[in-house]
C-alpha cells in the first residue's frame, strides 16, 4: 500500500505523539484525520485487546455541539429515534437520515444539558448538515465543531486502570451513560462505551494541550496491567457486529437495510427528516439487510472492495467488512443480502480477489 502523506488537511490528534512512539504501524483517514489501525499486526492486537487493556486514539470522532434554546429541537430534526424521555447524563446511538431516509451517520449523541449536546459521528461531515438545517430552519442554536477528543480504554482491565487515574468513582458508570471527572484540574466526561464489544470508556478530552498528559497518565498507570497502545480491530469489530459507516452503509442505505430500524421511532416522533420516506420503510419493509455470514476459510485476502454473495451464478448482496477470525476459525463478515437468501442457514458463496468461498448466513453475530 502506499504511504500516507501528512498535510494541514490531514490533521493529526492530541495523541498523536503516543501513538508515534508506541509503534503504530498503519493508518486510515476518518474525518479527515489520522486513525490508527495497526500496531504490531491485526492478530496480534486482536488477541491483546481481548485479554488485557489497551489506549486508543479515536480522535476522529469528531463532536459536532448544539448549543441554544433550540437545541433539543435541531438534535430531534436530524434522528428517527424518539429523544424525548433522553436523560441529562445519557449516551444514545442514533441514525440520522437524509430526506429521502439514506443513512448520512450514525453517531452517538450526548445530551449534556436540556439546552446542549455532543454528537460523537462517524466519518462523514455531517457538520456541513447540520449547519445548514439550523440556518434553513431559522433555529436559535449555535453549531460547532469543540476542541473535544476522545480516547478510548478498552478491553477486559479497562475498569481497573481507569480507576487507578480517576478513582473507583469510574466503575458505577453505567453503559452508554458518562459522569465527571477532573484530571489536571479540568472537568472531563468519560463515558462507558467505546467500539469493542470487550467494555471499556471513551474520554471526552477537552483540550488538545491534555492530550498527552492524560496519554502518559493511563500508560504509567497500567504497566502491570500489560496496557499497550490500540486501536479499533478489524476482527474483533466484524465479529461483535459493530458496523462501520462508509463499509456497511451508505447514504444509499436506510436504517432498516442496515438493521437499525428498533433505532427509529418514526411513527411518533413526527419532526424528524426524512419521516414519510422512512414510514414507508416501517410499512413496506426492506428488499435486503444486513446479515453475519460465516466464510469457510482458513485465509481470507484484505477486504477493502466489495465481495458480491452469489447463489450460483446470481448474485444477491455483497460482503462490506470480513476478516478471518482466529478465536472461530473461519472468515467472519457483515454482508448486505436480499431478502430471499437473508434466512439464517443459507448457503450462499463469496466471490473475492482470490477466489469463491462456501458461506452460510447465520443467525447472530458471534460475540
Not at 491483546?48 to 441554544?68: T, Y
Not at 484530571?183 to 464489544?197: W, Y
Not at 446470481?314 to 472461530?328: E, H
Request: glycine share 8%.
Amino acid at each position: 500500500m502506499a504511504l500516507i502523506s501528512p498535510s494541514r488537511r490531514l490533521r493529526r490528534t492530541p495523541f498523536s505523539q503516543g501513538v508515534e512512539a508506541a509503534g503504530v504501524s498503519a493508518y486510515t483517514v476518518y474525518n479527515h484525520m489520522l486513525l490508527p489501525t495497526v500496531f504490531r499486526s491485526v492478530e496480534e492486537d486482536y488477541h491483546h485487546l481481548k485479554s488485557a487493556v489497551q489506549i486508543w486514539d479515536v480522535a476522529c470522532e469528531r463532536q459536532i455541539e448544539l448549543h441554544g434554546p433550540d437545541a433539543a429541537r435541531l438534535m430531534q430534526m436530524l434522528t428517527p429515534r424518539d429523544l424525548a424521555v433522553m436523560a441529562v447524563g445519557q449516551c444514545c446511538y442514533v441514525p440520522m437520515v437524509d430526506e429521502r431516509g439514506g443513512m448520512l451517520n450514525d453517531p452517538v449523541a450526548v445530551k449534556l444539558a436540556e439546552d446542549r449536546w455532543w454528537i460523537s459521528i462517524a466519518d462523514s461531515d455531517l457538520l456541513l448538515w447540520v449547519k445548514g438545517i439550523a440556518h434553513a430552519a431559522r433555529l436559535d442554536v449555535m453549531v460547532d465543531e469543540p476542541d473535544v477528543s476522545p480516547l478510548a480504554v478498552q478491553g477486559p482491565r479497562a475498569d481497573d486502570l481507569m480507576a487507578r487515574v480517576f478513582g473507583d468513582a469510574v466503575r458505577a458508570i453505567r453503559f452508554f451513560r458518562f459522569a465527571h471527572f477532573e484530571f489536571q484540574g479540568r472537568d472531563m466526561v468519560i463515558a462507558r462505551s467505546g467500539f469493542s464489544k470487550q467494555g471499556g470508556f471513551e474520554i471526552y478530552v477537552p483540550d488538545h494541550e491534555l492530550g498527552m498528559p492524560l496519554w502518559h497518565a493511563l500508560m504509567e498507570a497500567g504497566r502491570d496491567l500489560d496496557v499497550r497502545a490500540g486501536c479499533p480491530n478489524g476482527i474483533e469489530r466484524v465479529e461483535g457486529g459493530l458496523l462501520s459507516y462508509g463499509n456497511d452503509m451508505t447514504r444509499e442505505n436506510t436504517p432498516h437495510e442496515a438493521g437499525l430500524g428498533r433505532f427509529c421511532n418514526t411513527a411518533r416522533v413526527t419532526g424528524c427528516i426524512g419521516r414519510e420516506a422512512l414510514l414507508r420503510m416501517d410499512r413496506d419493509g426492506p428488499t435486503r439487510q444486513i446479515r453475519p455470514i460465516a466464510i469457510d476459510s482458513r485465509a481470507l485476502p484484505r477486504c477493502d472492495r466489495p465481495w458480491a454473495l452469489m447463489d450460483g451464478t446470481r448474485s444477491v448482496g455483497q460482503i462490506t467488512s470480513a476478516a478471518q477470525s482466529p478465536d472461530f476459525g473461519c472468515g467472519v463478515a457483515i454482508g448486505m443480502i436480499a431478502h430471499s437468501h437473508w434466512a439464517a442457514g443459507t448457503a450462499v458463496q463469496v466471490e473475492t480477489q482470490a477466489g469463491r468461498f462456501p458461506a452460510v448466513v447465520r443467525d447472530g453475530f458471534w460475540i
